[in-house]
Structures are given as structure tokens and as C-alpha cells.
């Protein structure tokens, strides 16, 4: 490495000690603290990027009715819950996949295959309440931040060591380059999953849906498997355990609602 490029004595420091966390994160859930490498700014700009890019690549539906129930279920919980409706993008996809999802910055996407497993509109607000449930705490940030140390570990490690003549900024640039790729749309973990659930579940209620209907949802999603295997549950697993702590919160959600 030529030394003219040589990083300083606190910047070999600094980079050794986020390289030092690499391991530590790769063993630890998502949700658990990891620092905070990527800016708001760039989260939100890259859940832009991805959200045109599945616009581009999958058609909108065309079904009037369904749209509209999609979007009255959104506006009833996000209201619930203190957003501003206006605020949010929500859009039904024509695709057959048993799939939703909500990104940072305000988006939510349901896609047409939904309809073959929720009988019902408080069913899917299940399923909206909690994609947005990942959302408001703040899951993709986390991930990403977890999975930003874990990519840049290695590399990290041979700039400070002046194994590879690569500027540390170039490292970041590449990681936070690789959008949808990168951890929006990635599997988020067994905890993040109940936190969204519970989430889901209390939001649901006090828009005025049956929150019954939420663990209801997750048996006939957990049903579907052995037949069509729904690509909802290759992000969002539904074991008996899952559905059994949606009906055990029940008591408590009805009570949040009334209070």
C-alpha cells in the first residue's frame, strides 16, 4: 500500500473498532443494537428506488373493488394508530403471489394473491397493520444496519491493515449501492416478526376490526404450505407458536382499544 494513502492513526482505530462488531452482530438477532452506519436520508431514498423498481416490474391491478378495500383497511389502521393517510402510498399489485409489504418513507403493497387467503377485510388488515407494524418499529433500518457491519467487516479489516489500497468511503458506497438486494425486502427475524404481529394485532382492533381474525389468518396461511407454499410465508413463517401468541394478546389488544 503506498503510504502517501496510508489511513491515520484514529481512523485505523475507528474503522478496527466497526470491523471488531462484524462478529458479534453476524451472532446476534437483528433487532439487537447495532450502530447506526446508514443515514435516514439514504434508508429512505433507497425504499424509493425499490418501491419504483417493483411498480416498473409488476403491473397494478385493475380490479376497482379490491383497490378500494385495500386502501379503506390501510387508511382505517394508519389513522388508528396516528398517521396521516395522506401521506402513504397504497397500491394493490396484480400478481397471484400471497405476498405484502411496507417500506420506509410511507408505502404499502398488497398483491392480488392475498384475496385466495384472507376470507375477509379484517383478515387483511392483519396482514396491512403488520407490514406496517415493521415499518413504524423501525425493522429495515435495524437489518440493514446489521447487515451493512456484517458485508463490511472483512473488508473493513484489510483497508486498516493497508492489506488493500481501497478508501473506506468506496466500501460504503458499494454496500449502500446494492438497494433492494441489500436488506429492504430481505426475511426480518423471529422476534421482529411477533414485535410486528403484536403490533398488527392491537392496531387492527382499534380501527374496529376483529382482532379473532388475526391468528384465524395465520392458520389458513400455515394450511396453504403443503399446497401452494404462498411466498408470504417464505419472509413471514406462521408455526403454531406465532399463532398461539396472537390469540393469547387478544384480551389485552380489545382493552388497548377501549382505553
Not at 479489516?157 to 438486494?181: H, K, N, S, W, Y
Request: net charge positive; proline share 7%; glycine share 6%.
Amino acid at each position: 500500500m503506498c503510504l502517501c494513502h496510508a489511513p491515520d492513526r484514529r481512523a485505523v482505530l475507528r474503522t478496527l473498532g466497526i470491523a471488531a462488531l462484524a462478529p458479534t452482530v453476524a451472532a446476534c438477532e437483528p433487532e439487537d443494537y447495532v450502530p447506526n452506519l446508514i443515514p435516514e436520508s439514504q434508508i429512505l431514498a433507497m425504499s424509493a428506488e425499490t418501491w419504483t423498481k417493483i411498480r416498473a416490474g409488476t403491473p397494478l391491478s385493475t380490479d376497482a373493488r379490491r383497490q378500494e378495500i385495500v386502501r379503506d383497511i390501510a387508511t382505517r389502521v394508519l389513522r388508528a394508530q396516528g398517521r396521516d393517510p395522506a401521506r402513504w402510498d397504497v397500491r394493490l399489485f396484480a400478481s397471484q403471489q400471497v405476498n405484502a409489504f411496507a417500506l420506509p418513507g410511507g408505502r404499502i403493497g398488497v398483491f392480488e394473491g392475498m384475496f385466495r387467503v384472507a376470507e375477509n377485510r379484517d383478515q387483511l388488515a392483519a396482514v396491512i397493520g403488520h407490514e406496517v407494524g415493521h415499518v413504524d418499529a423501525r425493522h429495515p433500518e435495524t437489518r440493514m444496519n446489521a447487515e451493512a457491519i456484517k458485508t463490511l467487516g472483512l473488508r473493513v479489516i484489510q483497508v486498516a491493515l493497508g492489506i488493500a489500497d481501497v478508501p473506506f468511503a468506496r466500501e460504503i458506497a458499494a454496500v449502500l449501492g446494492a438497494g433492494t438486494d441489500f436488506g429492504l425486502l430481505l426475511p426480518f427475524s423471529r422476534k421482529q416478526e411477533l414485535q410486528a404481529d403484536r403490533y398488527g394485532l392491537f392496531a387492527m382492533t382499534r380501527a374496529g376490526f376483529d382482532p379473532e381474525q388475526a391468528p384465524k389468518l395465520w392458520q389458513r396461511m400455515d394450511a396453504m404450505v403443503p399446497a401452494r407454499g404462498p411466498t408470504f410465508l417464505a419472509t413471514h413463517p406462521a408455526p403454531a407458536a406465532r399463532i398461539e401468541a396472537l390469540t393469547a394478546l387478544i384480551p389485552e389488544a380489545r382493552a388497548a382499544a377501549r382505553s
